[in-house]
């Protein structure tokens, strides 16, 4: 009897500890990662130098991760319903990358279509100035965990858990596709709306592979590689 109470006593404070670090990564981290930033390096965040940017946005990233894991092991459903599935290298490796090759040939058709798009639009497309790129080993690692971050932590919330849970509150896998590509498109309307149309076409592809194999890793991992490569060849 003893036993099994030390063992509730046991998980129950794992449970406090989990419960603990998920608010920590999701209120705390990022808010004080920032600050020290901005004191020891004399920058504002958001135009902080690549080093810190991405370190920022791991940290910031990581704590959502946290959350949404958090709330799936807290629900009666399995990860595997939410495509979280032990890792094959087939299936999610060479897969990932032949999503990747997918997502590439879609921003070329976008990328030959707007400036059409900007004429029949009369939209004006706006200046955009990203931050410098990597320039050393080490940055280029880091700039890979903090794609990586993006990667899972975007199709996490878009593609693993929005389109499951919309799937079952509107009893249609084409609402669910159409409404997490609309919201996924939505959240970018800091760019203007042709790259924004880049964006409904990006999460048409990889919510349409989702849907089809039910497999996180392979869309984590194309969208990752993705931006990996369009920020290294600014």
Same mark, same amino acid.
């Given at each position: 009897?003893? =036993?099994?109470?030390?063992?509730? %006593?046991? @998980?129950?404070? %794992?449970?406090?500890?989990? =419960? &603990?670090?998920? !608010? ?8 004080a990662f920032n600050s020290m930033a901005e004191i020891y390096l004399g ?23 946290? +959350?949404?894991?958090? #709330? ?19 299936? /999610?490796? $060479?897969?990932?990358? *032949? $999503?990747?090759? #997918? ?6 058709? $976008? ?7 900007? &004429?029949? +639009?009369? !939209? ?23 794609? *990586?971050? #993006?990667?899972?932590? =975007? ?9 499951? @849970?919309?799937e079952e509150l509107f009893e249609s896998t084409t609402i669910a596709l ?25 999460? +048409? #592809? =990889? ?7 039910? @497999?996180?890793?392979?869309? *984590?991992?194309?969208?990752? +590689?993705? /931006?990996?490569?369009?920020? $290294? @060849?600014?």
């Open positions: 009897m003893s =036993e099994s109470l030390a063992s509730n %006593a046991g @998980r129950a404070r %794992a449970n406090l500890w989990i =419960e &603990t670090g998920v !608010v920590f990564l999701v209120c705390v981290a990022p808010v920058v504002i965040p958001s135009r902080s130098p690549m080093v810190a940017d991405s370190l920022g946005n791991i940290l910031f990233r990581a704590g959502k991760i946290a +959350l949404v894991l958090y #709330v799936i092991a807290r629900s009666p459903d399995s990860f595997a319903r939410f495509g979280l599935r032990p890792f094959r290298i087939v299936r /999610d490796l $060479v897969g990932g990358v *032949a $999503v990747w090759g #997918v997502l590439r040939l879609a921003h070329r058709i $976008v990328r030959w279509a707007g400036p059409v798009l900007y &004429t029949w +639009l009369h !939209v004006v497309r706006h200046p955009y100035h990203p931050d410098p790129g990597p320039s050393t080993p080490g940055q280029y690692v880091l700039l890979a965990f903090s794609m *990586a971050a #993006v990667g899972i932590e =975007e199709e996490l919330i878009y593609r693993a858990y929005l389109i499951t @849970r919309f159409l409404l997490t590509t609309v919201i996924f498109a939505t959240n970018h309307g800091y760019q203007d709306p042709v790259n924004m149309l880049g964006h409904v076409v990006f999460g +048409l #592809v =990889e919510g349409s592979v989702f849907c089809l194999f039910r @497999r996180f890793t392979p869309v *984590a991992l194309a969208h990752a +590689l993705d /931006d990996f490569i369009i920020i $290294v @060849r600014r």
